[in-house]
T-cell receptor, first 114, second 112 residues
Framework: AQTVTQSQPEMSVQEAETVTLSCTYD???????LFWYKQPPSRQMILVIR??????QNATENRFSVNFQKAAKSFSLKISDSQLGDTAMYFC???????????FGQGTTLQVKP | NAGVTQTPKFRVLKTGQSMTLLCAQD?????MYWYRQDPGMGLRLIHY???????AKGEVPDGYNVSRLKKQNFLLGLESAAPSQTSVYFC???????????FGSGTRLTVV
């Protein structure tokens, strides 16, 4: 069975600085997709960034980028120039290319301090 | 507006009562999912569906049943509610490929 692990329950960063959130996963599949979602206090789930496992190039979306290490089964999220609006819970997610199952990690609460 | 709608948004049940949560999407998505969110546990997959008429078990399926009779609707049932089922429930839908998933706004369920 696949699993997703986020080992940092809470993190904080000063505004304008850079922070990296960790995520590891376990799977025997070769075809899958990885996502980072953001959940602000409003509770709405917002897609931050996505990565296809067969692509070696790391995905980037403006201030957000990932470090995808397929062999190590690691998928970390880097937030550059942190903003107060980045304060939220962040979830790492794995989607099986075979079954369509979509599972999430435990989440990391990020606080951006002024 | 296009999206995922969850009904109801709040509910209080007594132990042993039953209820059904409705998830409706108007984006013609094949894949639909039900999750529960508890503090420190993240989002845990209860059941999911890869198309009309199909369902599959997730990580924590016990005590829940689901049905997908119509493509746009995914129902989550609690036959005999227990206090351990107090949680926030989220529904999500997606195309099932590379694209991300659209989430509903959640249902806060309290079982007393």
């Amino acid at each position: 069975a696949q699993t997703v692990t986020q080992s940092q329950p809470e993190m904080s960063v000063q505004e304008a600085e850079t922070v990296t959130l960790s995520c590891t996963y376990d799977t025997s599949e070769n075809n899958y997709y990885l996502f980072w979602y953001k959940q602000p206090p409003s509770r709405q789930m917002i897609l931050v960034i996505r990565q296809e496992a067969y692509k070696q190039q790391n995905a980037t979306e403006n201030r957000f980028s990932v470090n995808f290490q397929k062999a190590a089964k690691s998928f970390s999220l880097k937030i550059s120039d942190s903003q107060l609006g980045d304060t939220a819970m962040y979830f790492c997610a794995f989607r099986s290319g075979n079954t369509g199952k979509l599972i999430f990690g435990q989440g990391t609460t990020l606080q951006v301090k002024p | 507006n296009a999206g995922v709608t969850q009904t109801p948004k709040f509910r209080v049940l007594k132990t042993g009562q039953s209820m059904t949560l409705l998830c409706a999407q108007d984006m013609n998505h094949e894949y639909m999912y039900w999750y529960r969110q508890d503090p420190g546990m993240g989002l845990r997959l209860i059941h999911y569906s890869v198309g009309e008429g199909t369902t599959a078990k997730g990580e924590v399926p016990d005590g829940y049943n689901v049905s997908r009779l119509k493509k746009q609707n995914f129902l989550l049932g609690l036959e005999s509610a227990a206090p351990s089922q107090t949680s926030v429930y989220f529904c999500a839908s997606g195309e099932g490929t590379f694209y991300g998933y659209t989430f509903g706004s959640g249902t806060r369920l309290t079982v007393v």
